[in-house]
């Protein structure tokens, strides 16, 4: 079982950043892929950005390219989300996610193990 725990939510203004880290357990080596989605309230949870394990090949939706960067840390245990030149429309729930097959990298269907969720809030 992966377990994964996300931290670093918090509010900010706009213009602002925030980093988000996802601790994952020893399993989640055996990860293909982490990701970072999110969820605003009435909305359905989306896709934000995710990074191969293997190659650190990255992939982001594009309302976060050129500001949110997807990263690892050497020991793969760890996933962070750096978030800059916030936007009011980026608050929402992020949730870090973790996929074993090699699937949709985009669907969060294909995503096996998810965390609780980290709020960020930014306002304008």
């Known amino acids: 079982q992966v377990q994964l725990v996300e931290s670093g939510g918090g509010l900010v203004q706009a213009g602002g950043s925030l980093r988000l880290s996802c601790a994952g357990s020893?399993?989640?080596?055996?990860?293909?892929?982490m990701g970072w989605f999110r969820q605003a309230p009435g909305k359905e949870r989306e896709f934000v950005a995710a990074?191969?394990?293997?190659?650190?090949?990255?992939f982001y939706a594009d309302s976060v390219k050129g500001r949110f960067t997807i990263s690892r840390d050497s020991a793969k245990t760890t996933v962070y989300l750096q978030m800059n030149s916030l936007k009011p429309e980026d608050t929402a729930v992020y949730y870090c996610?973790?996929?074993?097959?090699?699937?949709?990298?985009?669907?969060?269907?294909?995503?096996?193990?998810w965390g609780q969720g980290t709020q960020v809030t930014v306002s304008g």
């Open positions: 996610a973790a996929q074993v097959g090699r699937s949709s990298i985009y669907n969060r269907f294909a995503y096996d193990y």
């Open positions: 020893e399993r989640t080596f055996s990860a293909y892929v």
């Open positions: 990074i191969t394990w293997s190659g650190g090949s990255t």
